[in-house]
């Protein structure tokens, strides 16, 4: 060869790992790369640098988990929901969406807008006030206010005012000052509120709300049943009511002369300011009257308002009251409109609503055009303007819980073509019936930015459906939407497979693969299966293919390293050759008992011809099958590639490639197998036993029952085995280990293998045989599906689970001198690509690249026929095991560089309907588009590099003489639960998230440490399962059961933040009053002569105890700017805002100066007039 050659042959022999199979313990402490001297001929200038890299989250989408409060502007028209974590969700028009995070965590009890302020106050559970700041694209606390000796219960904020009413639980009313968030001296203490002669404490107060009629009256609820009126300038009550049931809301007549009470007997009480010594009106909506003519109990009504309309009757709008009569109601909210009533039922209970008016103020006619109803999992708005009460279409991803998501996919910089074409299939099947007026919660603005680029966000889910959203600009919407279960046959009652093989999600999906440029789709499911979809623009009538897959192996079959040591890779017949038939065959030597099942798979394929809707149509099904009465394992690794037209799938048993074309099953057979001579470990020989328990039960327990270990590993520490089953097992149990494992202080470090190494128990046969002692009759073979947000651990002692759950130290050691044979070694990571197979490869050719869960990087090469026609016909074939490469740790990612460090593409076929009528004299040939890894590459000569990422290390690898450049200790005290090799800044890097919550970039190929963030300390199952990179310098998980976060790593993302975010306030002018008229305003009491700053001021209260509670400045000062204003970008648009602010507000000063000048002059003309008229009259001439 070249001089290159000699080049790399020197290099092979100086790098560290050099050997073909490299070493696990080559590289140098954690946090340094180390290489090996590089070839001139490969030296490639990597651009990125640590400066473009920096940690912030962006936005976060779904539904706000645990809803607490409710709130909402009628002039901004924005909607705040507060959460039990402490976090408030902002709402507005389309892409204005902000999330913010109270630093306590502490639960947000209330939230009040300062209505057309830019502000909001929220009151939490540790008995603190925050006034937020919403005149910046990211909301900050200006002020916090501490009650250090009394509960928060209930705020009350009037219109326009600056001083916020605090209620407690001892049952007094503080007064607070929102400017300067500092108490006033006025206080109102509940035994001055009630009458001396009260025995009794009113309790808590429930609520605060001025009078319509005369702002200086507050009144005041306490939860016992006692109202009062209080006199704010007189100090006294004007008057007080006790009603027997507790009270638990009030809501006022606009007209100040009627308020209504709800109550805890599901009652609802009228009263009139004239005689407040009994209610003129006590109902029971839903209380009917029993045959004894005693009315039935109800439940207690928790919410009432009390809204008038000019054109109709009042509304009177209310949550629960329902009868106890019935058990499982659904919650519901009742609207009753003069005599109608009317029942909605709601999914989820409620935890608040709130009637949007078209008035900001409470004593005009309210006019009602919609609830907003704040459900445990839904947000929903009833439009109250048409009588059927239709509900809006929410244009929030509030959904993406529907049913719970078990996994995450993130595509960025996608084909611009996909995004309309999966909405335009999407939108026909859109729920109708919504009302036709526009969404009311409008405010804010936002603009499309100029850093945005097609994105796809792809959720799997429990019910076995499958979600794309349009994630494009920052912004959530839903496309597509599609069901797995279709594929398959409803189990029936009769069914002898239904009792034990169908648990209540069978259909989960556990992880997807999707190509975007051929649009092939592949789905894995909880039940052991693959499905194959093909997209299409036309309705087929299709019958589904269905291909069975033995992929068990039978342990009694104990070969020694010696017996195997002489025989071809791949000696098995047929282990290697396409299966026309369906079927995998079973092996001749297993036998089974009678009533043992075998060769089954979990589910049924329908097979009859069925007719697809337009979309993603299955084309494909392949079934793991219940082997020797042991079901199928979980499938851990998954990559499919359209080109090639191979799927290739591992679990912890071995690794099987289907050629989807053909129909045909090219390759079954267990890990150790794939080996052949080239096995790296000396693996024990042991004698078989006896009895054959089945592993399943340990095996469905671990980790991987949803996630594979290639894509959302977690491993926990748990106790072995030894600890948690019988004593007679443990001789068995502490035979399976794995080389990257280290029992410490009797726990099993090494979750790698957890799944499926756990040994065979020794249990004494009981007097059914076999059956019994595989698996308990009641218990199926899988559990239920839980999403990944709500995932546990399910071992056999309950007690250990809870400390175990969210544990992520542990402890490993490398050195392994051999392992049990009995181990199964999971495949953990798949990926197709051209490479070298061998060394001796002159040029590049289609190859299969297998990570197992011990650390072992293998290759495999295939003979694909090029030719369209041969290609349908001829066989494809795979040699036998190339290089075999080494890592610590359990390998998760693969990725090749070109030798000038650019991303190699894996090769796709371009898409093209399936459903499309074909020319007979011109048929259609697949379009296929390859990257080799020698097109451009004539400068640096062959090769490519290859990036090898396990959960402990990072290698980069020279192909094809398998020669290790760099090797980087990602980490000694934790594990990487996600690696991805991903497009920033015109470049690529390693980005890789930890199990002790650090994300870290690494340059390539050198590896050197870009960036490494300290970014989620307490990392819960929930994120490592669903933590995903993707290109552009982004990733998401999932936050809560309901939400998903996205955050940025790139520095140019991070600068352009501002821009990209939605503006959450708009200056808009407030709403004149009303003009009341003359008589009302004569006889309609002074209301607008009430001066709160008279008499809550210093001046006149005085200082309120410093006790009492305490000030705390917020981070709006200069901290808060600068994260207000992060970018020159940010600065300038909000100057730009509040000149605009100003020029409006004195554009308009200078109009009402012109008529007030216009104005006093026709006065002065018309006084004149008057006073010349009646100059010369006498008195009695008038």
């Known amino acids: 060869m070249k001089k290159f050659r000699k080049v790399l042959d020197g290099l092979t022999t100086s790098s560290p790992g050099g050997t073909g199979m490299g070493s696990p313990s080559c590289g140098s402490a954690a946090g340094t790369p180390t290489a090996a001297q ?28 645990q809803p607490t409060a409710l709130a909402f502007d009628p002039v901004q028209k924005i909607l705040a929901i507060g959460s039990r974590s402490g976090g408030i969700r902002i709402l507005g028009g389309p892409g204005v969406d902000c999330y913010s995070q109270h630093e306590s965590g502490a639960a947000v009890l209330q939230l009040q807008f300062l209505i057309n302020e830019g502000a909001l106050v929220t009151a939490c559970a540790d008995d603190t006030l925050h006034l937020w700041n919403l005149r910046q694209r990211r909301p900050a606390v200006l002020h916090s206010l501490k009650f250090n000796r009394e509960r928060i219960t209930f705020c009350h904020l009037p219109f326009q005012s600056k001083w916020l009413y605090v209620g407690t639980e001892r049952g007094n009313t503080h007064i607070v000052n929102i400017e300067s968030f500092i108490l006033s001296g006025y206080v109102i203490m509940w035994n001055k509120a009630i009458e001396l002669s009260t025995k009794t404490h009113p309790g808590p107060i429930v609520h605060l709300s001025d009078s319509p009629k005369d702002e200086g009256k507050l009144l005041i609820g306490f939860e016992g049943g006692t109202i009062v009126q209080w006199d704010l300038r007189a100090k006294k009550g004007d008057f007080r009511i006790y009603y027997d049931e507790a009270i638990h809301s009030v809501s006022w007549h606009h007209e100040g002369k009627q308020f209504m009470c709800s109550h805890s007997d599901g009652s609802l009480t009228l009263w009139n300011l004239r005689n407040t010594t009994k209610p003129i009106q006590v109902t029971f909506p839903h209380g009917k009257i029993q045959k004894d003519g005693r009315k039935e109990s109800c439940k207690p009504i928790l919410k009432v308002e009390y809204k008038t309309s000019r054109s109709s009757e009042p509304f009177v709008i209310f949550s629960g009251g329902l009868s106890y009569d019935k058990a499982g109601r659904r919650p519901t909210l009742t609207i009753m409109h003069g005599k109608a009533i009317t029942v909605l039922e709601m999914d989820y209970p409620i935890v608040e609503f709130m009637v949007l008016c078209e008035t900001p103020y409470n004593n005009e006619v309210q006019e009602p055009y919609a609830v907003v109803v704040l459900l445990e999992k839904d947000l929903i708005v009833v439009d109250l303007t048409q009588s059927n009460f239709p509900v809006f279409e929410n244009p929030y991803p509030m959904d993406v819980h529907e049913s719970p998501v078990t996994c995450t996919a993130y595509f960025a910089d996608c084909p611009p073509d996909i995004i309309p074409i999966l909405y335009s299939i999407g939108a026909k099947h859109k729920k109708t019936g919504y009302s036709q007026k526009e969404w009311p919660v409008s405010g804010g603005t936002w603009t499309l930015g100029s850093h945005t680029y097609p994105e796809i966000i792809i959720t799997g889910h429990a019910d076995g459906s499958i979600k794309f959203w349009d994630a494009s600009a920052i912004t959530l919407q839903m496309l597509y939407k599609m069901k797995t279960s279709k594929v398959f046959e409803k189990p029936k009652p009769g069914d002898a497979r239904a009792p034990e093989l169908v648990e209540e999600d069978p259909f989960a999906v556990q992880m997807v693969s999707w190509c975007p440029q051929s649009r092939i789709f592949c789905v894995v499911g909880i039940s052991a299966y693959i499905i194959l979809y093909r997209f299409s623009k036309y309705d087929a009538n299709t019958q589904i293919v269905s291909l069975e897959v033995r992929l068990q192996c039978e342990s009694e079959d104990v070969i020694s390293p010696s017996e195997n040591e002489n025989n071809p890779c791949f000696s098995e017949p047929g282990s290697h050759s396409p299966q026309p038939h369906q079927q995998h065959p079973a092996s001749p030597g297993s036998r089974t008992p009678e009533g043992v099942k075998d060769s089954i798979p979990c589910l049924k394929v329908k097979d009859r011809v069925v007719r697809v809707p337009p979309g993603y149509q299955s084309e494909l099904v392949i079934q793991l099958l219940w082997v020797d009465g042991e079901p199928p394992q979980q499938i851990t690794s998954l990559d499919i590639n359209s080109a090639y037209g191979l799927v290739a799938f591992g679990n912890c048993y071995g690794l099987a490639v289907v050629d989807y074309l053909q129909k045909t099953i090219l390759l079954c057979m267990s890990t150790l197998d794939l080996y052949g001579a080239t096995d790296p470990y000396q693996r024990l020989t042991r004698s078989p036993r006896r009895n054959r328990q089945s592993t399943s039960e340990f095996c469905m327990r671990g980790l991987s029952n949803f996630y594979s270990d290639s ?6 520490s748990y106790q072995s085995l030894t600890e948690l089953t019988d004593n007679q097992q443990s001789i068995d149990m502490e035979r399976s280990k794995s080389p990257t494992s280290d029992h410490v202080n009797g726990h099993c470090t090494s979750p790698t293998s957890q799944p499926c190494s756990a040994g065979k128990p020794r249990i004494p046969m009981g007097p059914e045989g076999p059956r019994l002692t595989r698996r308990g009759p009641g218990r199926p073979p899988f559990r239920k599906a839980q999403s990944a947000a709500c995932m546990e651990i399910s071992l056999p002692v309950s007690h250990t689970e809870e400390s175990r759950e969210n544990s992520f130290s542990r402890s490993r050691s490398s050195s392994v001198s051999s392992i049990d044979r009995d181990t199964k070694e999971a495949i953990t990571t798949l990926q197709f690509g051209e490479s070298y197979g061998r060394k001796s490869d002159a040029h590049p050719t289609p190859c299969l690249w297998v990570g197992t869960s011990l650390g072992v990087a293998l290759l495999i090469p295939m003979s694909i026929p090029t030719d369209h026609e041969e290609r349908m016909e001829e066989a494809v074939t795979i040699g036998p095991s190339g290089g075999v490469l080494m890592l610590k740790g359990s390998v998760t990612r693969f990725s090749f560089l070109d030798c000038m460090g650019a991303l190699i593409q894996s090769p796709y076929e371009v898409w093209r309907d399936p459903n499309t009528a074909e020319d007979p004299d011109r048929p259609r040939k697949r379009k296929l588009v390859h990257f080799s890894p ?19 290390q990072a290698k980069v690898f020279l192909m094809p003489s398998q020669s290790c450049l760099f090797v980087h200790n990602i980490t000694e005290s934790s594990f990487v639960l996600r690696a991805d090799v991903v497009s920033v800044c015109n470049s690529v890097c390693l980005a890789c998230f930890c199990a002790n919550g650090h994300v870290m970039t690494l340059s390539l190929p050198s590896l050197r440490p870009l960036m490494d963030v300290n970014y989620l300390p307490l990392t819960d199952m929930r994120i490592a399962r669903t933590f995903c990179f993707t290109n552009g310098g982004q990733a998401l998980y999932l936050s809560s059961p309901t939400e998903i976060q996205r955050i940025t790593y790139s520095q140019e993302m991070c600068d352009n933040l501002q821009e990209m975010l939605g503006e959450l306030f708009t200056p808009i002018e407030t709403p004149e009053a009303q003009n009341r008229g003359f008589l009302k305003g004569f006889f309609g009491g002074n209301a607008h002569n009430f ?67 216009t104005s006093a002059e026709t006065f002065s003309k018309h006084a004149h007039e008057v006073m010349l008229k009646c100059k010369d009259k006498k008195w009695y001439q008038f």
């Not at 490639?44 to 989408?61: A, P």
């Not at 894509?711 to 926990?716: A, G, L, S, V, Y």
């Not at 410093?1106 to 000062?1117: C, D, K, N, W």
């Open 38 to 65: 590089t070839p001139k001929e490969i030296d490639i200038q990597e651009t990125l640098v640590s400066e473009n890299f920096q940690l912030c989250k962006t936005v976060r989408h779904g539904f706000p988990y």
């Open 711 to 716: 894509k959302k590993r977690i491993r926990t």
């Open 934 to 952: 020698s097109s451009s590459q004539d400068a640096c000569g062959e090769g490519h590099l290859a990036v090898v990422c396990s959960e402990r």
């Open 1091 to 1157: 001066d709160r700053e008279e008499l809550f001021g210093e001046a006149a209260a005085g200082k309120a105890s410093r006790s009492l509670a305490q000030h705390i400045p917020g981070q709006a000062g200069l901290e808060g700017m600068k994260v207000a204003a992060s970018g020159v970008v940010g600065d300038l648009a909000r100057a730009r805002v509040a000149l605009d602010e100003r020029g409006q507000r004195l554009g308009e000063l200078e109009e009402r100066t012109a008529l007030m000048m």
